[in-house]
């Protein structure tokens, strides 16, 4: 398989297995989980979103290390069971559209608590996903301002003061619910 060497100096192979919405449907589920299996057994190591206890139930599905799921503080669900899912099996959490496709930039709440931090509402934002040491956020930007003020949220604490205030305009799911994808 050829590879594509990342910045990072990793090695990730060019083709992958697409599995969005795989296993969803019960009719097509078994035989879409064997594909997922027999991708696996031919070395295939690059799949996209996947059902993880789905995954896991295959005899290579643990050699997956980071799932990455729509996540951020106004796209709650994952919090519900899959995060706790991810963390009791040493998987990383990949925070995809962590300011909500840039809904959270402009979000009251955010600026809000950004102005007591001297800092932008993205970069709250950012700092809310990061909160937990096992989740890594993606964010997109094409700005060179945006992008140095995003890195910079790497660093950045919140308190409980902030976090109750983003609760309250953001609660945390009390149900499972069908995760964003786009
Ligand atoms: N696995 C999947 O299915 C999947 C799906 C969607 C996305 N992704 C990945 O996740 C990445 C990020 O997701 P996303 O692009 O959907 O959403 P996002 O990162 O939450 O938001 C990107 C938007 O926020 C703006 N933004 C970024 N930083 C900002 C800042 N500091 N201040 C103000 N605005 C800011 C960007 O505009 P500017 O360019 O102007 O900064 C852009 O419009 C994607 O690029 C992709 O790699 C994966």
Same mark, same amino acid.
């Given at each position: 398989m050829r590879l594509v060497r990342l910045a990072s100096g990793e090695n990730v192979p060019a083709l992958g297995?697409?599995? !969005?919405? +795989?296993g969803e449907a019960r009719r097509t589920r078994a035989v879409e989980v064997a594909a997922v299996q027999t991708a696996i057994e031919i070395g295939n190591r690059l799949i996209d979103t996947a059902d993880m206890q789905q995954l896991w139930s295959l005899p290579a599905g643990a050699n997956c290390v980071a799932n990455?799921?729509?996540? &951020?503080? &106004?796209?709650?669900?994952?919090?519900? =069971?899959?995060? #706790? !899912?991810?963390?009791d099996h040493g998987v990383a959490t +990949?925070?995809? /559209? #962590?300011? =909500?496709?840039?809904?959270l930039a402009r979000d009251t709440t955010f600026a809000t608590v950004g102005r007591r931090h001297g800092v932008s509402a993205s970069s709250v934002a950012l700092a809310w996903v990061l909160?937990?040491?096992?989740?890594?956020?993606?964010? +997109? /930007?094409? &700005?060179? #301002?945006?992008?140095?003020?995003?890195?910079?949220?790497? %660093?950045?604490?919140? %308190?409980? =003061?902030d976090l109750a205030q983003i609760d309250a305009q953001f609660p945390p799911p009390k149900r499972k619910r069908r995760l964003a994808t786009t």
């Open positions: 297995l697409g599995t !969005w919405r +795989m990455q799921v729509y996540y &951020s503080a &106004s796209e709650r669900g994952a919090e519900f =069971d899959l995060l #706790p !899912w991810h963390r +990949m925070a995809y /559209s #962590p300011i =909500d496709q840039g809904a909160r937990q040491p096992d989740v890594i956020a993606i964010p +997109m /930007s094409a &700005s060179g #301002p945006h992008l140095r003020e995003n890195f910079a949220a790497a %660093n950045l604490e919140l %308190n409980a =003061d």
